[in-house]
């Protein structure tokens, strides 16, 4: 199993452009998930998925959109990038979130110019 | 709403030796979920430990164990015999019986002294 894993580790984006940060999951996990962790701070929610089709705000949702067409893919979607966004942007999965850990990807680390 | 306190934020301890990261949380719940994950220089979150607030006994992962008091809303994770691989930011995290999210505290960035 690859786990979680995401794309692009890296990018640079100047202000108004758009991107989408790729999230991909091989353990079958019903519940994932999008956080972003700016500079010595703790984890954000920006947007979660309970399953396929499924979607809900988190505590950060303003300037992301998200879809969950399949278990395995959870995409994030900046429209209009600003350099509030600049951040470090981690997908996680679960299978049951009360009962066992979540667990997460690598990171997406997002400069915005 | 549900919050996660870390007040340290920076501990520093001599390998070998034992040291103590706290936690406050912020809840009116009674039946919830308490974390500590682990954040190496390598940004992976990993999972150290794990207690269920319905259970009054401390969990314990062989150098990781936590003095967990519900009614002072209080969840330290202590470390015993430091390793130099023990260096990372440790996040506190709060998670409510039935719920889907994970609320984080801010995180304790823990550095191992040679």
């Known amino acids: 199993n690859a786990g979680v894993t995401q794309t692009p580790k890296f990018r640079i984006l100047k202000i108004g452009q758009s991107m989408t940060l790729q999230c991909t999951q091989d353990?079958?996990?019903?519940?994932m998930y999008w956080y972003r962790q700016d500079p010595g701070m703790g984890l954000k929610l920006i947007y979660y998925?309970?399953?396929?089709?499924?979607?809900d705000k988190g505590e950060v949702p303003n300037g992301y959109n998200v879809s969950r067409s399949t278990t395995e893919d959870f995409p994030l979607r900046l429209e209009l990038a600003a350099p509030s966004q600049t951040s470090v942007y981690f997908c996680?999965?679960?299978?049951?979130?009360?009962?066992?850990?979540?667990?997460f990807g690598p990171g997406t680390r997002l400069l915005v110019l | 709403a549900q919050t996660v306190t870390q007040s340290q934020p920076e501990m520093s301890v001599q390998e070998a030796e034992t040291v103590t990261l706290s936690c406050t949380y912020d809840?009116?719940?009674?039946?919830?979920?308490l974390f500590w994950y682990k954040q190496p220089p390598s940004r992976q979150m990993i999972l150290v430990i794990r207690?269920?607030?319905?259970?009054?006994q401390n969990a314990t992962e062989n150098r990781f164990s936590v003095n967990f008091q519900k009614a002072a809303k209080s969840f330290s994770l202590k470390i015993s015999d430091s390793q130099l691989g023990d260096a990372a930011m440790y996040f506190c995290?709060?998670?409510?019986?039935?719920?889907?999210?994970?609320?984080f505290g801010q995180g304790t960035r823990l550095t191992i002294n040679p």
């Open positions: 995290a709060y998670l409510r019986r039935g719920a889907q999210k994970l609320v």
């Open positions: 207690q269920e607030a319905y259970k009054q």
């Open positions: 996680a999965s679960s299978s049951n979130p009360s009962r066992e850990t979540q667990y």
């Open positions: 998925s309970v399953g396929a089709g499924i979607t």
């Open positions: 809840t009116s719940e009674s039946d919830y979920y």
């Open positions: 353990m079958n996990h019903n519940y």
